[in-house]
């Protein structure tokens, strides 16, 4: 969701005459679009702060952060001109401005967010993030979400529709519909209309080839959902569905609203209905009280569930939240033991993803390439099941869709060659260089 945001930053932007720089030094303007839902990514931007050395720049802050601590930023990091909530988007360029004379502090009333009425600069071309919520309404007791994003608000459903149109008029051929938690989309509406539909509609645009999806809560999947994903060939058969632990006194505790045993129902009936699925989670290590039996049980839920990639996160203390409340009366667990668990059940996932991995070796799959890799001559680019494939950069442009053979899988990611590319990166015209002023986020 962050990264889409910045997207309208950078639109809002360029629309004013602005363009952007990969060097920071150079930039008149430097924005820090954060994430508040673990320590270390906070951690991240005090450091990155420190770091910046340009003169006369302004620098700014919004995002989760500027939500969470507000004008806090100014007295921890003096050198932050303004902060500012994405629900100010369209005042941005006037708040620079402001902000050259003296610190600015923005934030709005973040419910009445229509970031999505702004201009967007995509990163990608050919794949394109469409929200369709926003905020969440959840408040999973360790989650910061709902307090910085707000609470959950749908996005009209023509709204969608017509950004879906647009993107496929001008060449979109991907789209991944976003929310905190897509499966309770339009329960606000006072004549509701289900996620599922939701998936359908968009699916039948004329040019869009790929739907994904993300994230679902088990709780508010509806196996109608699975239903769609089988039929419509356009909607692709992947489900991140965040689990986060295995053990049912945990679950309770993190106010998840589901035990192990309804987790493993939901994820054996879209592995019923939808065949080769692939199936992603997040797990949490280290909540408060979680004992070695409780990380025995999410193990033993990792093995059982055979994933094919999961996102493994240490409980990270947040202020404010229930489990913060929590740690008091349940007990901390200690630095080390939630890392010696965060690498027990990272070696038995990293098992299981290279074994499914290989399933994949010496077949051919559609891949949209989105960046270049960090190391070495590649690109990363995703099939449909949102595999992560390798390709050599000399044959494979960033935003193509490319028909690829999967050569060799790896721990994480598969290897491929390029047999044919189906739609070529589209070449933007340059824009006028003279004057302008840059940005950097
Ligand atoms: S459903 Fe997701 S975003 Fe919402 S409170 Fe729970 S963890 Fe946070």
Redesign the pocket.
């Known amino acids: 969701m962050n990264v889409h945001d910045s997207e309208h930053i950078s639109g809002v932007l360029e629309k004013a005459g602005y363009q952007r720089t990969d060097l920071p030094q150079e930039a008149d303007v430097v924005i820090f679009n954060t994430c508040s839902v673990r320590k270390s990514a906070e951690d991240k931007v005090w450091g990155a702060l420190q770091a910046i050395s340009g003169k006369g720049q302004v620098v700014a802050v919004c995002g989760c952060m500027a939500r969470r601590l507000g004008a806090d930023i100014f007295t921890r990091a003096p050198r932050v001109n303004l902060v500012f909530g994405v629900e100010e988007l369209g005042k941005i360029v006037d708040l620079i401005e402001m902000s050259k004379n003296s610190q600015v502090l923005a934030l709005g009333n973040v419910d009445d967010c229509e970031i999505d009425s702004h201009p967007t600069k995509r990163n990608n071309f050919l794949s394109a993030w469409v929200p369709i919520s926003y905020g969440?309404s959840?408040?999973?007791s360790y989650?910061v979400?709902?307090y910085v994003r707000g609470r959950e608000r749908s996005r009209p459903f023509s709204e969608i529709l017509a950004e879906v149109d647009s993107l496929a008029s001008e060449g979109t051929v991907e789209v991944i519909l976003l929310g905190?938690?897509v499966n309770s989309y339009g329960r606000d509406f006072q004549e509701p209309i289900g996620f599922a539909e939701v998936l359908d509609f968009v699916a039948s645009v004329e040019g869009i080839r790929r739907v994904k999806f993300e994230?679902s809560?088990p709780r508010d999947i509806s196996y109608s959902l699975f239903e769609v994903m089988r039929n419509r060939e356009e909607v692709c058969p992947h489900l991140h569905l965040p689990f986060q632990s295995g053990s049912d006194r945990v679950l309770k505790h993190m106010r998840r609203g589901y035990d192990r045993q309804f987790y493993l129902d939901v994820i054996n009936h879209a592995r019923e209905l939808v065949p080769g699925i692939s199936l992603t989670t997040d797990i949490i290590v280290g909540f408060p009280g979680e004992t070695e039996s409780d990380f025995e049980d999410t193990l033993a839920l990792v093995e059982e569930a055979q994933f094919d990639f999961a996102y493994i996160f240490k409980y990270s203390s947040r202020e404010n939240t229930r489990a913060y409340l929590l740690e008091a009366e349940l007990g901390k667990i200690s630095e080390a033991d939630k890392t010696r668990r965060f690498l027990e059940v990272s070696r038995l996932q990293d098992e299981i993803t290279e074994r499914a991995l290989k399933r994949f070796v010496g077949r051919e799959e559609e891949v949209i390439t989105l960046s270049h890799a960090k190391k070495g001559p590649y690109v990363i680019g995703r099939t449909a099941t949102n595999h992560i494939v390798l390709l050599p950069e000399k044959d494979a442009p960033i935003d193509s869709l490319i028909r690829a053979r999967i050569t060799a899988s790896g721990k994480h990611a598969l290897r491929g060659e390029v047999q044919e590319l189906l739609i070529p990166k589209r070449v933007e015209p340059l824009p006028c260089a003279e004057n302008v002023l840059r940005y950097s986020g």
């Open positions: 969440c959840r408040f999973c989650c979400v709902p905190q938690n994230t809560h």
